[in-house]
């Protein structure tokens, strides 16, 4: 089946220590997204590709990074984790454009920060 | 950034009763789409309605749209104990693809 995939699912760092998240997808969607989400808030948009584009939103601290190699992967680089960074990280692929596309979730990494 | 803004925050209905949840945005938008959250998953999108329908069905959903309000509906007949999630809505606005996640209601269906 077609899929967005996330590794790992769990994920424990250090305070401060360099961490990487992937994401990849068989849908060949043009579009790979990175959100945040926090217990009980909305899912907060990091930044996303548009094919080779990197879109990154404006309140996104310089701390978070993202690659995209393919079309098939996509990761997070969190440069220096701190404790306000512990939480969930969902990836999201959609078509792409002002069509009203959905987006497609994987099931996210748990992000905890000691 | 955050558009929509969901009430309530929480709800616990009975199995079998109705559970409905509100949302209402900011600007003007192209479509309105709804997702599902179970705890600790990612989310699963429900249904969409763009911005020129009303009211839309899919299986035991309804979804409304009030456009001169900015005020979107759903609505959840005949509810189940799998039923149990976080909701969110969703907008994407007029200019641009993105999509603006409200805070979500978290709906609790009892056995």
Known sequence: ?114 | SQQGEEDPQALSIQEGENATMNCSYKTSINNLQWYRQNSGRGLVHLILIRSNEREKHSGRLRVTLDTSKKSSSLLITASRAADTASYFCATESSNDYKLSFGAGTTVTVRA
Request: with cysteine.
């Open chain 1, 1 to 114: 089946d077609a899929m967005v995939i996330q590794n790992p699912r769990y994920q424990v760092t250090q305070f401060g220590k360099p961490v990487t998240l992937s994401c990849s997808q068989t849908l060949n969607h043009n579009v790979m997204y990175w959100y945040q989400q926090k217990s009980s808030q909305a899912p907060k948009l990091l930044f996303h590709y548009y094919d080779k584009d990197f879109n990154n939103e404006a309140d996104t601290p310089d701390n978070f990074q993202s690659r995209r190699p393919n079309t098939s992967f996509c990761f997070l680089d969190i440069r220096s984790p701190g404790l306000g960074d512990a939480a969930m990280y969902l990836c999201a692929t959609s078509v792409g454009g002002t069509g009203g596309y959905e987006q497609y979730f994987g099931p996210g990494t748990r992000l905890t920060v000691t």
